[in-house]
């Protein structure tokens, strides 16, 4: 969460910056065209709270839209002034937005617009091949949280100057054009989650320098695409149907990692073991094999990072270099043996404030003091339903789904514990 929030200022920051170097002189006059597009776009689009976003947008005033319209930035390009910014929507987060199509047939005389976005509301329509043929100048397209429908158009692949696309939260269906991936040299954030996308994710051209790519809530399938740009930081493609091994996952930049609720198998590599991909989410796949040692240049984690690996079938002793983990998830695994002492004593501490380890085959908790230990305040502890007799505070904060008797039955522990110990 932290992260996205780092990314929203970041293109928050990117956009003001381009604002702030659009400053219209007042002796010019906007384009006639330009000016006709406006006319156009407010008769398609409604604001759902009357008098909201288009109480400015008073074609009858002598002032220059430029300057008085809400959302219309504008900059002097061989002699004129052109409209180059569009922001379409309050954005405030009780707004219910704008209703209508955006697509009006004068958008594409905005032939210097660099950034269309379109704020959260219920605006419906396809998106026109046409947009990718005339907007060749658009850096920042954002039409995320409304009622879009149709395909994603390969024409998109034609804005070579774009910087930004997020057509999140819409109902978008289809495949993912092959040319999105291969053919947006300049493209560094591609957001298209939350949609009912199909087919495979397509292949990465080699000079991608796509930083953040999340297309998590679709309906994706296949196997990881054997090039991925190597220069991700941000990537999440959970809750889809993509199965296979995580080889070709990048793991050099990445800070931000979430796979969850896919088909995923086989074991987890070691290199996404790093203390800089401090957020990694693997929960509810089918992962299988002990966890990896981790590399030689391995630093601890830190305060801040979540780990979670529950509801798959990893298995082996639970590692030590798991220790400094804040928020660390591991069950509904098959884990055997001890917890590590580090863990223990970094619980105890208020350090590691969430530990669930439950459903698993583990025989000890090793604390040194027994009766009445109390946690931490805000630390989460919970080892029910293990192969001993968990401590107190080791079930006060299971959750609800933990579910089941305190200890497995002692045949279940057999299978997977040689030692048979239930202490």
């Known amino acids: 969460m932290e992260f996205c929030n780092i990314f929203r200022r970041q293109l928050l920051t990117f956009s003001v910056t381009l604002l702030l170097s659009m400053s219209p002189t007042t002796q010019q006059k906007l384009a006639l065209h330009d000016l006709n597009a406006l006319r156009q776009i407010m008769d398609t689009l409604t604001d759902v709270n009357n008098g909201g976003f288009f109480s400015t947008w008073n074609f009858t005033s002598p002032e220059n839209p430029c300057s008085t319209f809400t959302g219309v930035t504008c900059s002097a390009i061989n002699g004129q002034l052109r409209i180059t910014s569009l922001f379409l929507g309050t954005g405030l987060s009780d707004s219910p937005g704008l209703s209508g199509t955006i697509f009006a047939p004068g958008i594409y005389d905005l032939t210097e617009l660099t950034q269309l976005i379109l704020y959260p509301g219920i605006v419906t329509g396809f998106i026109p091949s046409q947009l990718g043929h005339h907007l060749k100048n658009l850096r920042v397209l954002s039409l995320t949280n409304n009622r879009l429908t149709g395909t994603i158009p390969e024409t998109i692949s034609e804005l070579r100057n774009l910087h930004t696309l997020d057509l999140s939260h819409n109902k978008l269906t289809g495949e993912i054009p092959p040319t999105l991936a291969a053919g947006l040299p300049d493209l560094k954030v591609l957001v298209l989650a939350y949609n009912d996308l199909a087919g495979e994710i397509p292949e990465f051209s080699n000079e991608s320098q796509l930083i953040h790519l999340d297309l998590r809530n679709n309906m994706l399938s296949g196997m990881l695409p054997e090039t991925m740009p190597a220069t991700l930081r941000y990537l999440s493609l959970s809750s889809n149907g993509l199965w296979g091994p995580l080889q ?176």
């Open 248 to 423: 070709s996952v990048p793991s050099s930049y990445l800070v931000y990692l979430d796979l969850s609720m896919n088909h995923f198998s086989g074991p987890i590599p070691d290199s996404l073991f790093r203390s800089s991909l401090s957020s990694m989410y693997l929960q509810r796949n089918n992962l299988s094999g002990h966890l990896p040692p981790p590399p030689p240049s391995f630093e601890s984690y830190g305060p801040g990072s979540t780990i979670d690996l529950s509801h798959n079938f990893l298995s082996g002793e639970i590692p030590d270099f798991l220790d400094g983990v804040e928020t660390l998830f591991l069950n509904s695994n098959h884990f055997t043996g001890k917890v590590p002492k580090d863990y223990v004593e970094n619980v105890m501490a208020g350090m590691m404030r969430t530990l669930y380890l439950q459903h698993n085959y583990i025989t000890s908790f090793p604390m040194e003091k027994t009766g009445d230990v109390v946690l931490p305040d805000g630390v989460a502890l919970c080892l029910s339903y293990n192969c001993m007799v968990p401590p107190a505070v080791g079930l006060t904060a299971c959750p609800a789904s933990a579910g089941g008797p305190v200890s497995r039955p002692s045949g279940q522990c057999s299978v997977f514990n040689s030692e048979n110990s239930m202490g």
